[in-house]
């Protein structure tokens, strides 16, 4: 939604309302858009503030590298860009030296 809200404001729309807002955030398909670098960082962001929040990920030395392990993983296929918690099963080999 933010990013749909600065777009307004970049292109000066100040007829858009919170309805339109939610209308186009509603029809925005994020994987057939080219996301800016900024837009990447709220993808990176917020895995990794969802991967913390998740007590499991407590076990692992380095977390902010397993969370990139799993990030690098996540951003290269063709699934949504959030962080599961069943990522740490699926992905265990390539971590499990971490814990």
Known sequence: ???IKRKAETDHDTEMTVGDLILEMQNWDQSKTNLSIEERTYQWNNFVRAFFKDQATAQYRYRLKVASILW??????????????????????????YK
């Open 1 to 3: 939604m933010a990013i």
């Open 72 to 97: 690098k993983k996540v951003r290269i296929s063709k699934k949504s860009k959030i962080y599961h918690h069943d990522l740490l099963k699926k992905y265990d080999r390539e971590i499990k030296e």
